[in-house]
């Protein structure tokens, strides 16, 4: 579904990623681990659009996103959350989730400002999608709380929601268990999950819980200073020498 | 327990997502709009009409359209004045040069407006916050200097033009009371499709923008349009609004009318009033038309006839008095306030 | 060409006065990360209250005490305005600076005065020549001065110790807090700097304008040089000013009477878009990087 072929990028004289190149199945749930500064959040805002890489491509589907308008590769369907959370804050829950929606609408300047009609009815019909969604994730109480006066942990639910309800075929999760409890990371685990067997979302996450990447990923992949030291499934990393060197340590064998 | 939510059950979204979800909000406004369209002009004077409530609307206009651009779409703009003045200038030359029938011309200047706010927004493309906020000062400048040298513009050397008398579809608008329908009319027009814009999908991605910018390209708002957008249609506001207090309040399309005081009156507004307030815009508007009144009447009650330049400064201290104070207390200004009154309300006489 | 030259060096003379205005601004935000709009209305104040000083006190008194007035005016302003907004976003901050001018305007004009008043400091404005130019006396002066305080406040910021408190101040406030720098007075100290800044600006200023609302607008014209010089740099502050003294003067009179004149309004402000779309963060200043 993704091709990731040969990415190099650098801020300033970092090397962020040195030829890094993956491939992303269809349905699956891929996990992209590495100690800090490996190039991980890197490489999601590359494929994101966030960053324009200096040499390499990127194909979704068969189309090459960075020669794309940046903002015209979420319409492609690729969604993602953020490690330092990136909600609207002076928005509602509601209204973040919906703006989640926004690349779905149609109605043009002048029918959103006449409203009754078209731009109604299709407001409406998009409340409905966000609200299953608020079902989904079970937020319904703080709807209309604005979401900067929310906590941590339900900031991080609702930024999922926002992702969600932009129904993508690809979803990027940059951390979102950072800062969790152990509940919360079970319930984010089981989002996760049902996403990807009810809604048929494939999910690439950044993560660094190796319990939640062993549990839930299909495959994973392992990044290092820049480059690609290991992919397989969990089972296989696990047991790979230079992943456990690098990031894992001798304890993960145990 | 008059005034209450509880057993006001919104069955359908499109109950929960109306103007006025709260039935006696809803009375509310029908009222003041019933007092507004059929009450004002038979109940107050001329002067009221004239001096006061046709600025009023005026001046709540063109904050409106400042705050869809600073207060929706967070990108600051310090020379708002110029576009008013853009389209006081342009809907005369339409009006009084080419005969264009009065509505159009007042529908035309906002549109040129539109246009010349569109240019100057192309720098928040590339710059950002303070750098940003100066760069609007440029439009002040550079729009003020081309409306008073370019001879085909300004006519004359002082570059003031005046307004012929105006007429719709035959009928002449020549007494308070017509011209107060006209604004009034426009106002409200412009008002209610603004109001539209902010809750839809416009709205919603300028506020995107204006949290996090970033956040919101990579969900797929176009800033580029957006941002465009947002200077378009807040200088299209300001260009009406410019337009309407040239015909009906000075008479005349005179740069002096629009300088940059008056840009930094227009953010005043809307600091005190409310920003990302619609009825902020209306509160703020209000505010600063009433002020110079109040201030007025408070000293004579207490015998002081103040010359009116004492009467300027005491203005500008409570003006920035105020800005302050709203900004430390309560950075969603009058909106905000009357917000919380009202929810206060809600659970009167129950304490919570 | 001799002219050109004049012209030039006349533009130059006024940017030193120019940098001054801008270091004002500069200061602050290096050291708060707040834009003082206000600076003009504060340069405007000083020059007032030096012009009723002068009515009762003789010329070093007068100027003693409008420095005293201003440094306690800058120290008030910091903690009653300042202070409780520090955790707010910069638009604040810069919005209640612009709401602070207003309250400097009415406070200063309603207790001295709108009318125009003149300010005479003793320095003449008969030019002189040099090698063949005609020159400002009042200009070099000016010039001078400005340059001198301009210089002693590099060093000030760059060498001494609390001037490395204050960098470390407008860098990160919660790191110089945790190091134990004393971020009230830091702050306070600023403040204090600006505001003498503002009195010297508005001592030149004032003898070369008259001293009347318009001096508040000189801030106006620092600002197209802040930008251009890029907002937190000292020595973008002193580059620019120069550039925008000279090139506006030089615009002015070269380019104006074929466009019907009055274009040093603008002429700093376009010239400032043109080199932001280039480099969106001044000539000199410091990009602000947003992580992700």
Known sequence: ?254 | MIYRECGMFKATYGADMAIFPIPLDRWGIIFILIVAFIGMPFLASDYWLSSILIPFLVFSLAALGLNFLTGYAGQLSLGHAAFMAVGAYTSLILYGRYDVPLLLSLLGGGLVAAAVGAVFGIPSLRIKGFYLAVSSLAAQFIIEWVLTHWKWVSGGVFGTVDTPPMEVFGWPIDTAAKKYYLVLCFVVLLTIFGKNLVRGQLGRAWMAIRDMDVAAEIIGISLFRHKLLAFAVSSFYAGVAGGLIAFTYYGAANIEAFNLMVSFHLLGMIIIGGMGSVLGSFFGGGFITLLPIFINQFSRSFGAVLKSDLLACIELIIFGGLIIFFLIVEPYGLARLWQTLKDKLRLWPFPY | MIFAIEVAIGGLLVGVMYSLVALGFVLIYKSSGVFNFAQGDMTLFAALALVGFLTIFPLWLAILAALVLMIALAIAIEAIVLRPLVARPPLALFMATIGLGFLLQGIGQGIWGTDPKGLNIGISDIPFEVKGLMVSQFDLVGAALSGALVFGLVWFFQKSRTGRALRAVSDDHEAALSVGIALNKAWAITWAISGVVALVAGIMWGSRLGVQFSLSLIALKALPVLILGGIDSIPGAIIAGLVVGASENLAEVFVGPYVGGGIQTFFPYLLALLVLWFKPYGMFGREIIERV
Do not use: C
Request: charged share 25%; glycine share 10%.
């Open chain 1, 1 to 254: 579904m993704l091709q990731v072929e040969d990415i190099h990028i650098s801020f300033g004289v970092l090397k962020a990623l040195n030829g890094v190149s993956l491939e992303i199945h269809k349905g699956e749930i891929l996990a992209i681990i590495g100690p800090n500064g490996a190039g991980k959040t890197s490489l999601v805002n590359v494929i994101n659009g966030v960053y324009s890489p200096a040499q390499g491509h990127i194909f979704f589907e068969d189309k090459d996103l960075t020669i794309m308008p940046h903002h015209n590769i979420a319409a492609l369907g690729i969604a993602r959350t953020f490690q330092n959370v990136a909600l609207f804050k002076g928005m509602t829950v509601l209204d973040n989730i919906m703006v989640g929606r926004n690349l779905k609408m149609r109605s043009n300047f002048f029918a959103q400002g006449i409203y009754w009609g078209f731009a109604q009815r299709e407001e409406i019909r998009h409340r409905e999608v966000v609200e299953r969604v608020i079902d989904w994730l079970e937020i319904e109480h703080i709807r209309k709380t604005p979401a900067g006066m929310l906590p941590y942990g339900l900031q991080k639910r609702v930024e999922l929601g926002r992702a969600l309800a932009a129904e993508p075929k690809l979803l990027l999760l940059d951390e979102p268990m950072a800062g969790m409890n152990l509940e919360e990371k079970e319930d984010i685990a089981r989002f996760i999950l049902d996403a990807n067997e009810e809604l048929e979302t494939t999910i690439a996450l950044i993560e660094h819980d190796m319990g939640v990447v062993m549990d839930i990923s299909d495959r994973v992949v392992v990044l290092d200073y820049g480059d690609k030291i290991g992919e397989g499934t969990p089972g296989e990393i696990r047991n790979n020498a230079k992943v456990i060197k690098a990031y894992l340590g001798t304890a993960a064998l145990k």
